[in-house]
């Protein structure tokens, strides 16, 4: 037996897609709008994790120009059909409006860090699809959506057989249920001659859960368990909160575990909030006399150590790709970095970032940032840059979306004393460390410090009890820059618009006029306890 601490994969990591096949488990998780897409780490005990691979091409032309902030890939599902391995996701392209504007697609692969085939554009009903390979045959698994104004954004779960060469559908699309509370995320599994659908519940915050139906037939009816498999929704203190969207695998012995999200939140005088975003968690599971999955330490909260029945073996550590040098951990938005505007060969041991669009833009910020894993964390990086202009800057950055991120960055800025009238041209002005706090209602300029930036520039911040300090280093001595700034509203519970992803650290380079301005970055280090 093995003794796992949730959760599994820490940080950025929601709506879990969980596949045996052998003595390895891969799981899948959301991506939204940064690269790589679809992350897969793997795992031979449940406990340790390590990253697999992506699948890379899931989104035709590789580019989500234009997604908004919690748009792109949602909830891919990963599965096995005893020869290789398909995923299904959708491309979401719109958020927070009646039309999700979506695309849905699959892909094939006989190794999660092999070549994928080509996204395959199939029926899209709805976000959340899964695939259930039955008898040889497929089957398509979607929520619906109902855009029209007296209609329900969510209308039910359905079904629909696909052709396994062409994915074409085959026959009718059958309505498998609907239900007073919000459900989506459906997956199949067969046992004991039931179809268990299983469900997430109440959507994705704090009143998230676990519902399983089943039936006899594939097609149904269903009928609902008396209880749910997992939820927090009944109490907040619960250390592991938001637990939902759930896939139940068996081991190769014959018992049973599931994946989950979940998320840890920090309390503060506005309430709960989740920085961290939404997390990977395993549970171990037990089926009651009456044939439904229930929680093997009972109840329906998770637990943050669970016994699974595997043995522990911890992964070798993933050597670096000297091929992809800035491949995970890093990640990017909207596409992956190319050697146009991230750079790692012109100066060896640095990384040259060419600015472009600013921390706001959809289409072509140059920023290169790593998941955030804890509550508490230090970041710090050394820059080299000569900015002319306050359209040109540099530096580190703590992120969630273009309406949550603070950065520290080498900017230009008028001389003392005097106001912003941009005349750069003169010759005049001085170079500054600018630290900015960006929330969905507005911007503030939090501290303007003067430096010299004629050599490289150690920039910092320590995260620690929600607050963000940032500072450089001076003389060898660590030089604080303005007040500590709040960093829980870089979660998923701050402000009024849906948010789906989690924090980041990272660098950026931004030049609003020519996109030619250049800065180097070296010795960048992201440690979380």
């Known amino acids: ?237 619960v250390p592991l909160q938001k637990a939902g969207h759930a896939e139940l695998v068996e081991t190769p012995d014959g018992e049973w575990v599931m994946s989950h999200l979940t998320a840890r939140p920090l309390q503060t005088p506005y309430g709960a909030r989740c920085p961290l975003g939404r997390e990977t968690a395993i549970q171990a599971l037990t089926w009651d006399k009456a044939g439904w999955p229930r929680l093997r330490h009972g109840g329906w909260h998770p637990a943050v150590e669970v016994e699974v029945p595997t043995r522990p073996a911890k992964p070798e550590p993933r050597l670096a790709d000297a091929d992809d040098p800035l491949g995970w951990p890093w990640s990017t938005l909207r596409g992956y970095a190319d050697p146009s505007w991230a750079d790692t060969t012109t100066r060896p041991g640095w990384i040259r970032l060419r600015g472009r669009h600013g921390p706001e833009s959809r289409w072509a910020h140059s920023l290169l940032a790593q998941r955030i894993t804890e509550h508490r964390a230090e970041a710090e990086v050394t820059v080299d840059a000569r900015p002319r202009t306050f359209t040109q800057a540099a530096g580190l950055v703590l992120r969630y979306g273009a309406e949550a991120y603070l950065s520290l960055d080498l900017t230009w800025a008028e001389p003392e004393g005097e106001g912003q009238h941009g005349q750069q041209w003169r010759g005049e002005g001085r170079t500054v460390l600018s630290l900015v706090e960006r929330e969905e209602f507005g911007t503030r300029q939090a501290a303007v410090v003067e430096v010299d930036a004629s050599a490289p520039l150690t920039l910092g911040v320590t995260v620690d009890d929600g607050r963000a300090r940032f500072w450089y280093v001076r003389g060898g001595v660590r030089t604080p820059v303005g007040p500590p700034l709040d960093f829980t509203k870089l979660s998923d519970d701050y402000g009024s618009k849906l948010r789906f992803t989690g924090s980041m650290a990272g660098v950026h380079a931004v030049d609003l006029v020519d996109s030619a301005f250049t800065a180097d970055f070296t010795g960048f280090r992201l440690t979380c306890w």
């Open 1 to 237: 037996m093995t003794v796992l601490h949730n959760p599994v994969l820490r940080g950025f990591a929601p709506d879990p897609s969980l596949v045996r096949v052998g003595d390895w488990y891969y799981v899948a998780t959301s991506s939204f709008e940064w690269f790589p897409t679809i992350p897969v780490h793997r795992s031979r005990d449940l406990a340790h994790w390590e990253y697999a691979g992506h699948v890379r091409g899931a989104v035709p032309g590789d580019s989500l120009a234009g997604v908004p902030d919690s748009g792109g890939i949602w909830a891919p599902s990963l599965s096995w059909d005893g020869e290789r391995f398909w995923v299904v996701y959708s491309v979401v392209r719109s958020v927070g409006t009646p039309y999700f504007d979506l695309d849905t697609y699959v892909c094939t692969a006989t190794d999660v860090d092999g070549k994928w085939s080509a996204p395959r554009r199939i029926a899209s009903h709805g976000f959340d699809p899964a695939l259930f390979h039955h008898e040889g045959r497929l089957w398509l698994l979607n929520m619906q959506s109902d855009h029209r104004p007296s209609g329900q954004r969510f209308a039910g779960i359905v079904l629909t057989e696909l052709d396994r060469q062409t994915l074409a559908p085959v026959g009718d699309t059958h309505l498998l249920l609907q239900h007073e509370r919000l459900i989506e995320g459906p997956k199949l599994l067969r046992r004991d001659g039931w179809f268990h659908l299983v469900l997430a519940e109440g959507g994705t915050g704090v009143e998230h859960g676990v519902l399983v139906a089943r039936s006899r037939a594939i097609t149904g009816p269903y009928e609902l368990d008396s209880q749910p498999l997992l939820t927090t929704r009944d109490d907040p203190s």
